[in-house]
C-alpha cells in the first residue's frame, strides 16, 4: 500500500513476485532530483518491460498506479488494500513449504533462459521426468550426489547446488 519511489521502486523491480494493493503506486523518481535511478533499477527495468518503456518511467518520473504496474509487468498481482498481508503471508508460506530444489533449479533455469542456448540449456536436461523426480524433495534431490557430498548439501550456495546438479545429470 502507499507509494514505491525511488529505491523503494527499484527493490520491488528486484523481488522474484510482487503483489500490491489496490491503492499502491510505483514511481522512479529519480529525475526530479537531477539524479539517474540505482539500485539495478535501469538494468531490471528493460528485461521486465521493455527499453521504451523504460526510458519513459526513467526520463519522466512517470507514476504507474497498481493496475498500470501490472498491465507493464512490474508486478505479478494486485490484490484488494486490506487483503495485501494475507495474500503475502499466503504465498510466502506456499514458498516456504514446496520443494525448494525444484523452485531454486527453476528460478535459476527462468533467469539463465535469455542468455542460454536452448540445446545447452539446463532446461533441456533438467526437464525430463527422470531427473525431476530425483530434484523433487531433499531426499530424492541427494541421490544424485556422491556419498560423502550428501552432507555436504545444506551448506551449499544455490549457484553451487546448481552447478552439482548440472555435474550430475
Do not use: Q
Not at 97 to 118: E, F, I, Q, S
Not at 131 to 148: A, M, V
Amino acid at each position: 500500500m502507499g507509494v514505491a519511489a525511488g529505491n523503494g521502486c527499484s527493490l520491488a523491480l528486484s523481488c522474484d513476485l510482487v503483489l500490491a494493493a489496490a491503492g499502491a503506486s510505483f514511481v522512479l523518481s529519480f529525475v526530479r532530483l537531477g539524479l539517474v535511478p540505482d539500485a539495478g533499477a535501469t538494468w531490471l527495468l528493460p528485461r521486465l518491460i521493455g527499453e521504451r518503456r523504460a526510458k519513459e518511467l526513467v526520463m519522466t518520473a512517470r507514476r504507474l498506479d497498481a493496475a498500470e504496474a501490472l498491465e507493464w509487468g512490474l508486478i505479478s498481482r494486485v490484490v484488494p488494500d486490506d487483503a495485501l498481508a494475507g495474500e503475502a503471508l499466503e504465498l510466502a508460506c506456499r514458498l516456504a513449504t514446496g520443494p525448494a530444489l525444484a523452485l531454486g533449479l527453476g528460478k535459476r533455469l527462468v533467469a539463465d533462459a535469455p542468455a542460454a542456448h536452448v540445446r545447452r540449456s539446463a532446461g533441456g536436461r533438467i526437464a525430463g521426468p527422470g531427473t525431476l523426480r530425483r530434484l523433487s524433495g531433499l531426499p530424492r534431490g541427494c541421490r544424485c550426489f556422491p556419498g560423502e557430498a550428501r552432507a555436504e548439501l545444506l551448506t551449499l550456495s544455490w549457484h553451487e547446488l546448481y552447478l552439482n546438479v548440472e555435474n550430475c545429470l
